[in-house]
């Protein structure tokens, strides 16, 4: 046998070489292959899990290229969560501490009291509450019903009228459910209220068939009265208290017999000169204590913290523009309910909704932060020293509060945008739209569009629209959910208006 000589051998370990290099470089590949379509069919069941509702599509009376979807979350979808991003917030929980003390000695104590100081308290106060267990068919519901005299315009309390008597029909049938009913203006409209809680339909009805508009809008008026009714009915008696309030504006009375904290945020009036549609004074909405908003605001939280009374609130009227839409959900917020917008077609199915949501909750957990801040100037224009020679002995007990804080993550939802499909004529047209569209649980949110011009065609032609979820890889690949989440058909549901 021929030996081979040292050129040979090098040059067959170099062919090794390059062949161990060439099926590491092809395993690397396939495997970052089969990485990425593990990812992709991760992501694509998350999709095809949500769901949305198009509750609205409203088409512009001057430009045929504009619309505007009302989406909201859909019966039965799962929100979809972020593998790597979570939000977070924070609650203070305030737990108290006992600390026994004795033979506590008091001897030359001297006082001295200062003047003409000014004393600003800022004050964090945390409330906790047990949870309060919701029977679906044993409930007590108060509908507070405005009936300023805007609700004449476009018969907005024509519409009122024939969506609470759906209501009434629909949450007395074959159920240990009652309702009361509210209506107020300037301050509540007592010839229109029914005075308490009642299971006769007819007679509700009737009531109903009675109202008339009249003056301005004092919501925490209404309020309140609805809650005297259900305040009525003892805790032992095991019934679930509900609150359905309904506005087509702004809260423009105060209760004066309220000193409102600031709770409303940044009110949706200008700081001076007042709104449009409401004028201007202290009895609006303004960035001080004790306006019409806060005291609404106010009166609905302390009902739910102290009598678990859960409160819903609709926003009624064809332009959303001219409702006070940031007290209507502040409102809700605190009363542990949601926020509806209804245009002049869709008042009954917004107190369907609601109904749905009474009828399928089953345990409400009563636990918020607040943060009220507390100024004052004062004055003392007194000064002693005072000594007291005293000696005992006292047990006392004396209690110590510390706040613990907790952090609460939040995933949130992992696609990166919506893809919107228009069909007109036998043809489709698409666009991307943000994902901060989308609407959380109970909520709805408004998207407006334009359409493209080149697609030659206008809101006229449309005869269905899908929504589909579109989520990107680490690689850099789109997946998109197999189904819509969301369909709109023109025949089927809404005209234009």
Not at 171 to 192: F, H, K, M
Not at 264 to 277: E, F, H, N, Q, R
Request: net charge negative; charged share 20%.
């Amino acid at each position: 046998m021929r030996k081979k000589g040292g050129s040979e051998l090098i040059a067959e370990i170099l062919l090794i070489i390059i062949v161990i290099m060439l099926i590491t470089f092809v395993l690397y590949f396939f495997l970052g292959y089969l990485k990425e379509k593990e990812a992709h069919i991760t992501i694509q069941n998350d999709l095809n899990s949500e769901r949305l509702d198009i509750d609205d599509v409203s088409f512009d009376s001057v430009d045929d290229q504009k619309l505007t979807l009302v989406l909201g979350k859909g019966a039965g979808g799962e929100e979809l969560f972020n593998r790597t991003n979570q939000t977070v917030s924070r609650m203070n929980i305030t737990v108290s501490r006992l600390i026994n003390q004795t033979n506590i000695t008091y001897t030359n104590v001297t006082v001295v009291t200062f003047f003409n100081e000014t004393n600003v308290t800022h004050t964090n106060v945390t409330y906790i509450t047990n949870s309060t267990l919701v029977n679906n068919s044993n409930a007590d519901i108060v509908t507070v019903n405005d009936v300023s005299t805007s609700m004449d315009n476009e018969d907005k309390i024509g519409q009122l009228k024939t969506a609470l008597k759906n209501f009434i029909d629909s949450a007395l049938n074959n159920t240990d459910n009652r309702i009361g009913l509210v209506a107020y203006s300037t301050t509540v409209v007592d010839a229109y209220c029914s005075g308490g809680l009642s299971n006769n339909s007819i007679a509700l009805k009737n009531l109903v068939s009675s109202w008339n508009t009249v003056e301005s809008t004092c919501i925490c008026c209404g309020l309140d009265r609805g809650i005297q009714y259900l305040s009525a009915v003892p805790v032992s008696a095991n019934r679930t208290k509900i609150v359905i309030l309904m506005s087509d504006g702004g809260a423009n009375k105060v209760c004066n017999a309220y000193v409102s904290p600031e709770l409303s945020g940044v009110p949706p009036c200008a700081p001076s000169g007042g709104c449009p549609w409401w004028g201007s004074g202290n009895d609006y909405c303004n960035f001080n204590p004790n306006d019409a908003c806060d005291d609404a605001i106010y009166t609905t939280q302390r009902a739910f913290k102290n009598q678990g009374i859960i409160t819903y609130t609709i926003g009624f009227g064809s332009n959303s523009s001219m409702i006070d839409n940031v007290t209507l959900i502040n409102i809700s917020k605190v009363g542990n309910g949601t926020y509806y917008y209804a245009n002049l077609t869709g008042l009954a199915d917004a107190f369907n909704k609601i109904q749905w949501e009474i009828n399928t909750t089953t345990e409400v957990n009563i636990t918020w932060n607040e943060t009220v801040l507390v100024n004052w100037t004062e004055q003392v224009n007194v000064t002693w020293n005072e000594t007291i020679i005293t000696t005992w002995i006292e047990q006392k007990n004396e209690t110590i509060n510390e706040t613990i804080e907790i952090e609460i993550y939040t995933p949130i939802v992992s696609y990166d945008y919506l893809k919107i499909v228009f069909y007109a004529g036998g043809k489709s047209f698409s666009k991307k739209e943000n994902v901060s569209s989308i609407p959380g649980p109970h909520e709805t949110r408004e998207v407006n569009i334009t359409l493209d011009p080149s697609w030659s065609i206008t809101t006229n032609d449309l005869t269905k629209i899908e929504i589909y979820a579109v989520a990107i890889t680490e690689g850099g690949e789109e997946v998109i959910s197999q189904e819509p989440i969301a369909v709109w058909e023109k025949e089927s549901m809404y005209t234009r208006k």
